[in-house]
């Protein structure tokens, strides 16, 4: 079984300023990960994912996150947020398997103050 | 062009009333979810379908029945509403083929809730 734990419910930060959300996970299987951005009132939008291969992985709207096997870690990070950025965002985690159910993280606020 | 919709996408109603809510994936997708967020904006999943076959039956109440007349469609009814069920209610879709990674497309949601 997976889980995935997101330490920060709130994270709030100035525009252009940079912000990272964590995100740990945990789980006896190789796993895929993945951050989903959930806009106020509307439905989750994938932002980025890992599968195999690279450790950084590049998603939309300049966000990124890197996995980190050893530390059990997928934080996502961007240099420079916009007031737009402001939403929620998932961490999860699926086990490698074509029917595997997808474990979400309890999400982090990102609030971006002008 | 819609690739997850659902219908309603608010819902408000008595308690023990009976209510559904659809979802329809126009992906081409053979993997369909429903999934529960709370007031806290915790998801979780409920119910998953892989062509028209229940494979993922979390512990739901048997209040509610989700129905699944094809790939594309997957049906939410829920008996007996309580105030407990309000919540936004999430259908996803997804591809079982190897190149999927189980990466999952979501509708907009529905809000149910309950008086």
């Known amino acids: 079984a997976q889980s995935v734990t997101q330490l920060d419910s709130q994270v709030p930060v100035f525009e252009e300023a940079p912000v990272e959300l964590r995100c740990n996970y945990s789980s006896s299987v190789s796993v895929y990960l993945f951050w989903y951005v959930q806009y106020p009132n509307q439905g989750l939008q994938l932002l980025l994912k890992y599968l195999s291969g690279s450790t950084l992985v590049k998603g939309i709207n300049g966000f990124e996150a890197e996995f980190n096997k050893s530390q059990t870690s997928f934080h996502l990070r961007k240099p420079s947020v916009h007031i737009s950025d402001t939403a929620e965002y998932f961490c999860a985690v699926s086990g490698v398997g074509n029917t595997d159910k997808l474990i979400f993280g309890t999400g982090t606020r990102l609030q971006v103050f002008p | 062009d819609t690739a997850v919709s659902q219908t309603p996408k608010y819902l408000v109603t008595q308690m023990g009333n009976d209510k559904s809510i659809k979802c329809e994936q126009n992906?081409?997708?053979?993997?369909m979810y429903w999934y529960k967020q709370d007031s806290k904006k915790f998801l979780k999943i409920m119910f998953s379908?892989?062509?028209?076959?229940?494979?993922i039956n979390e512990t739901v109440p048997n209040r509610f029945s989700p129905k699944s007349p094809d790939k594309a469609h997957l049906n939410l009814h829920i008996n007996s509403l309580e105030l407990g069920d309000s919540a936004v209610y999430f259908c996803?879709?997804?591809?079982?083929?190897?190149?999927?990674?189980?990466?999952?497309?979501f509708g907009p949601g529905t809000r149910l809730t309950v008086l």
């Open positions: 996803a879709s997804s591809s079982s083929g190897a190149e999927s990674y189980n990466e999952q497309f």
């Open positions: 992906l081409g997708h053979d993997t």
């Open positions: 379908y892989n062509n028209k076959e229940l494979i």
